[in-house]
């Protein structure tokens, strides 16, 4: 059954090799807050252990973790979609791959972990929970093609997700829009990032993006300029966090510059 939040990117995870030291740079960055969740059946990895959800601006839009055995760090979202088994079948078909199998989240819902045709992780969730769609916390979220193509069809089958009818030409980045015409995603088909290969980066809001950048670099963070799409929220900056973690910054309500 569809609801107002199918399509929407509805939770990031971060897998870090430095949980702690993660969880020190976002909150100085960004100005998150963390929750401390004790789970009696951890999702990755099994057995009792603690989860840490990242809060901002009343929304909790992010849980991080260390790094599963097999899987490499970084960021992934979750798009909501109305059957996570039947997404993660269809993926397959439209040649992207199950990395993880569909699998329930106690108190939360139904998961799968999946790679898309060029390579980048990707969930769909179903979720059995109250909380909405975390926009205060993020923007848009953000695939560096790297000037491949973006996998349109496949992010169409298992998202609904649709282009715009026109594109302009030589646009260096374009919007993705959900089911209901919401923008879900930005595409950018450069590389901001040197090194960075196909995948999603969290579009992460913040008050002043120039002081977040500053202080990314004071933690030992990369970073560089972003871009700028009509109609659509800027992503002011790129960083590359110090565990290796690639996000993008982008403005939430005013501020000085």
């Known amino acids: 059954m569809q609801t107002a939040?199918?399509?929407q990117i509805v939770w990031h995870d971060l897998f870090t090799g430095d949980r702690d030291g993660s969880m020190a740079f976002y909150q100085k960055v960004a100005g998150w807050s963390y929750q401390v969740e004790r789970a009696a059946d951890f999702a990755w990895g099994g057995g009792e252990r603690d989860?840490?959800?990242a809060l901002s601006d009343g929304e909790a839009g992010a849980g991080l973790a260390e790094t599963p055995a097999g899987l490499p760090g970084g960021w992934i979202p979750y798009a909501e979609v109305s059957d996570v088994d039947a997404a993660a079948a269809l993926a397959e078909r439209l040649g992207g791959e199950?990395?993880?199998?569909p699998f329930e989240v106690?108190?939360?819902?139904?998961?799968?972990?999946?790679?898309?045709?060029l390579g980048a992780l990707f969930g769909v969730s179903l979720s059995r929970h109250g909380f909405p769609v975390p926009r205060r916390q993020f923007g848009p979220e953000v695939y560096l093609s790297n000037g491949a193509v973006f996998p349109m069809a496949f992010y169409a089958g298992v998202c609904g997700w649709q282009l715009p009818a026109v594109q302009p030409p030589e646009q260096?980045?374009?919007p993705i829009f959900g089911p209901s015409g919401d923008l879900v995603a930005l595409h950018y088909t450069a590389e901001p990032l040197a090194g960075s290969r196909p995948g999603w980066v969290p579009n992460i809001k913040v008050t002043s993006p120039r002081s977040a950048r500053d202080a990314a670099e004071a933690l030992g963070a990369g970073w560089t300029e972003g871009f700028a799409?009509?109609?659509a929220e800027a992503c002011e900056y790129f960083l590359i966090a110090p565990d290796g973690a690639p996000a993008a910054l982008s403005r939430a309500g005013t501020g000085s510059p």
């Open 51 to 53: 989860f840490v959800l």
């Open 229 to 231: 799409v009509p109609n």
């Open 106 to 117: 106690p108190g939360v819902g139904r998961n799968a972990l999946l790679r898309d045709p």
């Open 5 to 7: 939040k199918t399509g």
């Open 172 to 174: 260096t980045a374009l």
């Open 98 to 101: 199950t990395v993880r199998p």
